[in-house]
């Protein structure tokens, strides 16, 4: 059984910076990591996502503002939010699974089979 655990998150201004953090223990057969984000009353959105050999995809609202990484020695993976802005504000969750090849990585919510319990960032003007 994986293990998620997400930290990072805080509260910030617009225009500012956060860098969210999900380390897995027990990592156990998974080759695709994500992060998601879900506001209140609303449904679960996608953020990112990265392959165990390094491809990334993001969501169009994102784009060019965060970055996914990771750190395979650490078993960490990171998402770095520049620009944040107000819309930003949610509960990011981290979220592992397996896929078949690194074109099925995507942030979409039916790949991913393990969740972390979430950090809040909130963004304020």
């Known amino acids: 059984q994986v293990e998620l655990v997400e930290s990072g998150g805080g509260s910030v201004q617009a225009g500012e910076s956060l860098r969210l953090s999900c380390t897995s223990k027990y990592a156990g057969n998974t080759d695709c990591m994500g992060w998601f984000r879900r506001g209140a009353g609303k449904e679960r959105e996608g953020v990112a996502s990265i392959f165990a050999s390094g491809e990334v995809a993001y969501a169009d609202n994102v784009k060019g503002r965060f970055i996914i990484s990771q750190s395979k020695g650490e078993n960490t993976i990171y998402l770095q939010m520049n620009s944040l802005k107000p819309e930003d504000s949610n509960m990011y969750f981290c979220?592992?699974?397996?896929?078949?090849?690194?074109?099925?990585?995507?942030?979409?919510?039916?790949?991913?089979?393990?969740w972390g319990q979430g950090t809040r960032v909130t963004v304020s003007e």
């Open positions: 979220a592992a699974g397996r896929v078949l090849r690194a074109g099925d990585c995507l942030p979409y919510s039916y790949i991913f089979r393990q």
